[in-house]
């Protein structure tokens, strides 16, 4: 018998993924911002309401740069897709910020899927449509459009109606002319222009009608299905003016500014098929093809990503035709500015013997704590995650300048994942402890009002404020989302009734009277406020035993204490502004199994 | 506020610091920050018997 023994040490390190998700509330109308928060723990998107439908996405990207609000532009391995629902309304999303590796610029970014048209598809811009390119004219030096126009709206005269257009009259425009009446059947085009006389025209009435026709500038040329239709024209950008270009339409005219007020409505009706804007070096800048999104048409720019829709939101979605559905596109519909996540990360290589652990400086602050934590799976950023018997503490002083720390790599058993963990001391506060919110301040639990089924608080109300806010029968708010529409607790008419009030799930307190609850609540003493199983109590008695049944709210709305959301709102982000101000003890929300969602202690951190 | 569900801190969302009062007492440590995941691979030992 001959033994032979073999001894093969292979070593590798692999990034993991985990994405830890929680819902939350909703999404903004097309290509506005979504508001960013984060934490050591966690990035939070806040987006308002109807933006987003069944074919919507929600992603979290990084990099080492900032790539923009194009979607497409960040890299497959740097995308991290929401995996819960998309609600339509406002809500909030969480992201586990671990994912985001130290020094990145992340975004959220917010897409839908579309399905291109492709050859002979077009997106037919009607009455009162008008499609915004977001691309100002002095930055475009060439361009190519195929339209077919049927037909215009007109109001007035010594006007036009724009076919495309950053401004009427003395600028950039293709477009319909009449000094009164109706207008003849030419399309003039103005280029560079500032004297209001038109460089020349091209006439497609007769035949040329319902014609699917190409209309091209460059080399200070115009040509109209490859025909030269004006010549000579000035160099450089195709207008002057820092206006945006819109198709079946343009800002008022003489315009040097963006638009206030009403757009005129004088569109110009034509299917599009494609438009194609060059900068000065013959690059596109837009290239815009049509596909069809959520049942409507819209035309999706390749080169941004974005999906450009009717701009004129009081006459619908655009309608379209022609072409087979084609290849799906994940199109950019809403970003968030671009964060930089903080550089307090700590870095991990592997040295003989040891696991070096990297940790700049400013990242920690004494007293800290550094932990090497282990398991067969990975747990994520918190130490109290992870198997105790799992956990080593670094046996020696932890500071806040830049250092180096060495843990025993022969602590770690084989196939093991494992992180190195900070961990910041805090001091709960004993006894009757309590943090003081104050004048214009409030703390978000991000707990949603419709996820809260029982609540306990115990605070010490002082004062309120009043004037900041606005509109009639206003709230100020010790806790709640949206004192008009769902629920809240707080004061009304400026307190000057000496009591407070509460709405439950809507406009009243749904307790078999259309009013709103009343109690006294005086300002000597701590009270608490119960509500479980269909009961409020007020200091241990009830005072209401005939709650609707559900959750406290009904909107996907963050809870604030301290002070609410803009009464009548229901996109989180603007606040009311009147702030109940009160010592705050402790705070519990349930859910409708009775399990805390949250459970609020006070406590010292950083001198706060 | 500590949040001992999620092990969150949250603070104000407006304007300056919050104020406190009490006794500190018991001491909790909330993760600062943390590594990314690392997955360690070994091979161990392998034993021919003829």
Known sequence: MKRVLSRMALRACALFAVAVVMAGAKLQAAVQPISLSYTNNMIVAAVSAGALDSTSKLWLVWDSVDRGSDFSAWSVENRIQYAGDIPSADSTYVFDRSRVPAGSVFRVIATKMARSLGEGGYVYAGANQYIDTGIKANTIYGLYIKFMYSANDWSGSNTYALLIANEGNQDFAVGRYAASGEPDGKFYVKHRNTTGTPNGYFDISGSGLGQVHEFAIANQTATLDGVTVVSELDAGAIGQKNLRVWLSNGYPDNTMTEPTGTIPERCCHARWYAVRFDDENGDPILNLVPAVWSGAGILFDTISGRCLANANAATGDLTWGGGELGDAIEGSDSTSAASDSAANEITVSIVPHWVEVGVPAGALTSPSELWMVWDSEDHGRRLEDWPVANRVKYDGEVSSAAATYRFEKGLLPFRCVFRIIATELFSLLSGDGYIYVGANQYINTGVNANAIYGLSIKFQYSANDWNQGSGGNAWSSLIGDDPTYDFTIGRKANGSDGQFYMRYRGVSVKSGTTADLAFTVDTSAPHVITIANQTLTLDGATAVATLEEGSIGTQAIPVLLGCSWAEHSTVPGTLSQRYCHAKWYSVRFDDADGNALLNLKPAVWKGE | ?50
């Open chain 2, 1 to 50: 506020m500590y949040d001992s569900v999620s092990g969150n801190i949250l603070h104000n969302s407006g304007s300056g610091s919050l104020t406190y009062d009490g006794m500190p007492g018991e001491s909790v440590g909330i993760a600062a920050s943390a590594s990314v995941p690392i997955l360690l691979m070994r091979r161990g030992f392998i034993v021919y018997v003829r």
